[in-house]
């Protein structure tokens, strides 16, 4: 099976970077992607990584070591309007599309 | 396109009660999923389907029902509602091209209490 580990709260400041870390143990592993959901609202995708490496969206990177089994989520110039959840999800060896997601990283920008 | 719409968004059953939650996407999307969030417990997934009249169960299928006759109706059913399922369900799909992981779309969510 899977489990993933991420923290369960965050804070940071306006205008600074945050890293949500997710670490992980599975059966089988093929790839780490990330979401982003509001309170209130349903999860949007944010990014995927397959391979090891950084991937780089705007203000959003995310990054993978496969050997360490471990990933993050970098946020750039943080805005009031990241706050959120965020949450890591590892894909299934039963599927291309079926993921085990964390519990979630609640993000609280403040000014 | 509509995206993922989901109906009731908001619906209270009594213990014992049937009922079925609405998906639909307009996409054609050939994988469907449903997950229920629970404070603290993150997206769990119930059932998904990888294309019309295929099924399976997720990590807690237990007192569900699903079916896939279309590609792109992927209704929910609770058989005989308990208060442990009263959560918040999320439908979503995501094109399935057997060679990658693809984002997959979410709806609205319904709002299930169960008295």
């Known amino acids: 099976g899977q489990s993933l580990e991420q923290p369960s709260e965050v804070t940071a400041v306006e205008g600074a970077i945050v890293q949500i870390n997710c670490t992980y143990q599975t059966s089988g592993f093929y790839g780490l992607s990330w979401y982003q959901q509001h309170d209130g609202g349903a999860p949007t995708f944010l990014s995927y990584?397959?391979?090891?490496g950084l991937e780089e969206t705007g203000r959003f990177s995310s990054f993978l070591s496969r050997s360490d089994s471990y990933g993050y989520l970098l946020l750039q110039e943080l805005q009031m309007k990241d706050s959120a959840s965020y949450f890591c999800a590892v894909r299934d060896r039963g599927g291309y599309q079926k993921v085990t997601f964390g519990i979630g990283t609640k993000l609280q920008v403040i000014p | 396109n509509a995206g993922v719409t989901q109906t009731p968004k908001f619906q209270v059953l009594k213990t014992g009660q049937s009922m079925t939650l609405q998906c639909a996407q307009d996409m054609n999307h050939e994988y469907m999923s449903w997950y229920r969030q629970d404070p603290g417990m993150g997206l769990r997934l119930i059932h998904y389907s990888v294309g019309a009249g295929i099924t399976d169960q997720g990590e807690v299928p237990n007192g569900y029902n699903v079916s896939r006759s279309t590609t792109e109706d992927f209704p929910l059913r609770l058989l005989s509602a308990a208060p442990s399922q009263t959560s918040v369900y999320f439908c979503?799909?995501?094109?399935?091209?057997?060679?990658?992981?693809?984002?997959?779309?979410f709806g609205p969510g319904t709002r299930l209490t169960v008295l």
């Open positions: 979503a799909s995501s094109y399935d091209t057997g060679a990658s992981y693809n984002e997959q779309f």
């Open positions: 990584n397959g391979l090891d």
